[in-house]
Structures are given as structure tokens and as C-alpha cells.
């Protein structure tokens, strides 16, 4: 699979997701078998590029190729200079991001709700797309269904962006409307698909390797994309990869594996956000890691009281010892928790955060 000149490894991509896809979470899902990753959303709004957090999501020291960067925003001028700031911070692809529900930049709604005005959509994809020409750099569009379920402008969509020279489109099956509710759909993913040359990546509910084969078939989508099945269980990719190739499961990963795998994200997320930012911040993942294992709570309730990493790691450390005396694998999730939590607490408050910021 291709986006512009790059070669991607496989077709099993993971998704953007602000306050978690970070560095460390990208290069991990990579090393564990995704293709390609899309970096956190990196705003517009050039009064906002000197703050740490949009620095360090600028920041692609080690990142392998196709470093790929999204931006959001609401004015076509702004979405272009954003798109050149990330190239010459290391951006090798330009995501634009019209498939967040929640997201004001400027006190207008961006994201998804960009859907709603297709003209400024257009304008939007033209200015950003121009911009990138110049440096050889493919622009790439994610998006939802459409704006609610009377109007599902995918389709028309997609068209106009693959006439303006977007060169891949993800859908994230649903309405803006819907936010997180309900169940992704994946026939309008399909009619995307239908509609289009270019690759199209189907995204929304998959948190299984039978999903991920489903998806593919019942939409003919190129590629498949990932996000709250990979929270904490960053080894998904390589999962759907060995069913994809051999129609059998991988064994769960050793207890033992992913007590290192965790502990190697810690330090790496530590050396971006330093012991302070990083200690708090860490403890979303490592609530992920540890979701529906036994006495994973209590483990919770501590580790939200503890302010070093020192700490930190050993209580982790500590946790996967006292489980690998009982199992040497890890317990099989099940499949409907991969993507119930994340439409509550994590989500929300992650969201809003977002938005005060901006
Ligand atoms: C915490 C969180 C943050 C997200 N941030 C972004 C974002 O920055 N840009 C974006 O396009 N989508 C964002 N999304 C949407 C995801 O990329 C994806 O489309 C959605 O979660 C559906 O896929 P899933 O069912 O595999 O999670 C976010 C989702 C979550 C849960």
C-alpha cells in the first residue's frame, strides 16, 4: 500500500487520537505491527505553536518514515502555513483533520464539523494541498460519514477532495452527530470506496482481527484504521496482522512482554513530557494496560497518588510480577470493554481539555 511515494509496511494503520498518540504511542504501535501511524491533532492557530504541547507534538526526533502529522483548523490560509510549519518540523505527509467531533479553533468548530460546509471544506483541502506541492509532500483526509444521518456528504466529499489531489481518505464510520454512540456503519465507507481512485481507510469499531477482516471485505477498503482497541494494547496490529496472514490467533502476549513494553513506553514518555507532565500523563496509558486484570482498581486508585517516575515504574513493575505468579499469558479482553470505556471518562475529559486550550 502507497500514500504518494511512500511504501507502507502493511495496511493496518493506527489512528489519531489527541492526549494518546503521542511519539512514544506511535513508534510503539509501529514496532508492533502497525504500518503507519497519524500523529495527534497539531492546531492551526500559529499563537498556539509555541506552547509545550504543540511543540512536543511537533517534535519527530526518531520517528520513522512517513512521519505523518494532522492539522485542524477552520481558515484555509492558516490550515496552509500550519501545513508548511509541520514540513519543516519533519512532516512527510499532511493529514487534514475533518473527523473530530469536538474541537473549536478560533470559537468555530473545526474537525467534523467542517463536513457541514462543503465549500469551505474544499477551500480548505485546495490551499492546504497547494502548500504541499512544492515540497513533494501528499496531503491525506480524515473524515466522518457526514454531518448527521440526513446528511451524509462522505461521498460528495471524497470526490471533491480526490479532484483537489488528496491522495488517501479515512472515514470513520459515522455522523458527527453521533459522536461515540451507536455502531460505525461501513456502507457508506464502501460507497467512498466505490466513489474514489485513491485509497480509502476504513475506521470506527474495530477491536478484533475478525472485525478487521470484516471491515475489509464488506467495505473493499485498502487499509484498515485503529484507535481505542489500540489503548493499552498497543500488540492489536500484530495480532490482525498473523490472522490476516495465517487465518489463526497469536497467543496473548506474555505477561512478561508486556511488563518490558510498558515500562520501555514509560521511559520514553517521560523523556518527552519530563518527570512532572509525564508522571500524570502516563497514568492514562498505564490504566489501559492494566484494564479488566485483576486488582487493576486498587492499582489505579495508588498509582493516581504516586508523583515520581521512580516510583511509578516500580508500582508497574511490582503489579506485572504479582500476575505472571499466576499466568504467564496475558487474559484474553473482552472484545466490547476495548471500546466502551474510551466513549466515557477517558474521552470526554481529554475533549475538553482540548477545547479550553483553544
Ligand atoms: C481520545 C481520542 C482522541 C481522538 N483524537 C482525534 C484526533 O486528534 N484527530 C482525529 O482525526 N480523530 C481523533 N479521534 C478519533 C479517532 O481517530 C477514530 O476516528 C475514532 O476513535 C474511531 O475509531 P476507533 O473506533 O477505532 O476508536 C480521537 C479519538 C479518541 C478516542
Same mark, same amino acid.
Given at each position: $500500500?502507497?500514500?504518494?511515494?511512500f511504501?507502507l509496511a502493511n495496511?493496518l494503520f493506527a489512528a489519531p487520537m489527541a492526549g494518546v498518540t503521542d511519539r512514544p504511542f506511535r513508534q510503539l504501535c509501529r514496532t508492533l505491527g502497525a504500518g503507519y501511524a497519524v500523529s495527534e491533532m497539531v492546531?492551526?492557530?500559529?499563537?498556539?505553536?509555541?506552547?509545550?504541547?504543540?511543540s512536543r507534538r511537533a517534535n519527530h526526533d526518531g520517528e520513522a518514515a512517513p512521519i505523518a502529522v494532522q492539522?485542524?483548523?477552520?481558515?484555509?490560509?492558516?490550515?496552509?502555513?500550519?501545513?508548511?510549519?509541520n514540513?519543516?518540523r519533519g512532516a512527510q505527509i499532511?493529514d487534514?483533520? $475533518?473527523?473530530?467531533?469536538?474541537?473549536?479553533?478560533?470559537?468555530?468548530?473545526?474537525?467534523?464539523?467542517?463536513?457541514?460546509?462543503?465549500?469551505?471544506?474544499?477551500?480548505?483541502?485546495?490551499?492546504?494541498?497547494?502548500?504541499?506541492?512544492?515540497?513533494?509532500?501528499?496531503?491525506?483526509?480524515?473524515?466522518?460519514?457526514?454531518?448527521?444521518?440526513?446528511?451524509?456528504?462522505?461521498?460528495?466529499?471524497?470526490?471533491?477532495?480526490?479532484?483537489?489531489?488528496?491522495?488517501?481518505?479515512?472515514?470513520?464510520?459515522?455522523?458527527?452527530?453521533?459522536?461515540?454512540?451507536?455502531?460505525?456503519?461501513?456502507?457508506?465507507?464502501?460507497?467512498?470506496?466505490?466513489?474514489?481512485?485513491?485509497?480509502?481507510?476504513?475506521?470506527?469499531?474495530?477491536?478484533?482481527?475478525?472485525?478487521?477482516? +470484516?471491515?475489509?471485505?464488506?467495505?473493499?477498503?485498502?487499509?484498515?484504521m485503529i484507535g481505542?482497541?489500540a489503548q493499552g494494547r498497543p500488540w492489536i496490529f500484530r495480532?490482525?496482522a498473523?490472522?490476516?496472514?495465517?487465518?489463526?490467533?497469536?497467543?496473548?502476549p506474555?505477561?512478561?512482554e508486556v511488563?518490558r513494553l510498558l515500562l520501555d513506553h514509560l521511559q520514553d514518555h517521560y523523556a518527552l513530557y519530563g +518527570?512532572?507532565?509525564g508522571?500524570?500523563t502516563a497514568?492514562k496509558h498505564i490504566?489501559w494496560y492494566?484494564?479488566?486484570?485483576?486488582?487493576?482498581?486498587?492499582?489505579?486508585?495508588?498509582?493516581?497518588?504516586?508523583?515520581?517516575?521512580?516510583?511509578?515504574?516500580?508500582?508497574?513493575?511490582?503489579?506485572?510480577?504479582?500476575?505472571?505468579?499466576?499466568?504467564?499469558?496475558?487474559?484474553?479482553?473482552?472484545?466490547?470493554?476495548?471500546?466502551?470505556?474510551?466513549?466515557?471518562?477517558?474521552?470526554?475529559?481529554?475533549?475538553?481539555?482540548? +477545547?479550553?486550550?483553544?
Amino acid at each position: $500500500m502507497n500514500i504518494g511515494p511512500f511504501t507502507l509496511a502493511n495496511n493496518l494503520f493506527a489512528a489519531p487520537m489527541a492526549g494518546v498518540t503521542d511519539r512514544p504511542f506511535r513508534q510503539l504501535c509501529r514496532t508492533l505491527g502497525a504500518g503507519y501511524a497519524v500523529s495527534e491533532m497539531v492546531t492551526s492557530r500559529k499563537d498556539l505553536w509555541n506552547t509545550l504541547k504543540t511543540s512536543r507534538r511537533a517534535n519527530h526526533d526518531g520517528e520513522a518514515a512517513p512521519i505523518a502529522v494532522q492539522i485542524a483548523g477552520t481558515d484555509a490560509a492558516m490550515m496552509a502555513e500550519a501545513a508548511a510549519y509541520n514540513i519543516d518540523r519533519g512532516a512527510q505527509i499532511i493529514d487534514i483533520n $475533518m473527523g473530530c467531533p469536538a474541537k473549536k479553533v478560533c470559537n468555530k468548530w473545526a474537525g467534523s464539523a467542517l463536513m457541514q460546509d462543503e465549500p469551505l471544506a474544499l477551500q480548505i483541502i485546495e490551499a492546504v494541498v497547494s502548500a504541499c506541492a512544492p515540497h513533494n509532500v501528499p496531503v491525506t483526509l480524515k473524515m466522518r460519514t457526514g454531518w448527521s444521518q440526513s446528511h451524509k456528504n462522505a461521498v460528495t466529499i471524497a470526490r471533491a477532495a480526490e479532484n483537489a489531489g488528496v491522495q488517501m481518505l479515512t472515514v470513520h464510520g459515522r455522523t458527527r452527530e453521533q459522536g461515540y454512540k451507536g455502531h460505525a456503519e461501513y456502507a457508506t465507507i464502501a460507497a467512498v470506496k466505490a466513489a474514489v481512485r485513491i485509497p480509502v481507510v476504513a475506521n470506527g469499531d474495530i477491536n478484533t482481527p475478525e472485525k478487521a477482516r +470484516e471491515v475489509l471485505a464488506c467495505t473493499g477498503a485498502d487499509a484498515v484504521m485503529i484507535g481505542r482497541a489500540a489503548q493499552g494494547r498497543p500488540w492489536i496490529f500484530r495480532e490482525i496482522a498473523h490472522f490476516m496472514a495465517t487465518g489463526t490467533h497469536l497467543a496473548p502476549p506474555l505477561v512478561a512482554e508486556v511488563k518490558r513494553l510498558l515500562l520501555d513506553h514509560l521511559q520514553d514518555h517521560y523523556a518527552l513530557y519530563g +518527570e512532572f507532565s509525564g508522571v500524570r500523563t502516563a497514568r492514562k496509558h498505564i490504566g489501559w494496560y492494566v484494564k479488566s486484570l485483576p486488582q487493576a482498581e486498587a492499582f489505579r486508585d495508588r498509582m493516581n497518588q504516586m508523583e515520581d517516575c521512580g516510583h511509578q515504574m516500580q508500582a508497574v513493575a511490582d503489579f506485572f510480577d504479582a500476575l505472571a505468579v499466576h499466568t504467564d499469558r496475558m487474559p484474553l479482553a473482552r472484545p466490547d470493554t476495548l471500546l466502551a470505556e474510551a466513549e466515557g471518562r477517558e474521552r470526554t475529559e481529554e475533549m475538553e481539555k482540548e +477545547e479550553k486550550e483553544a
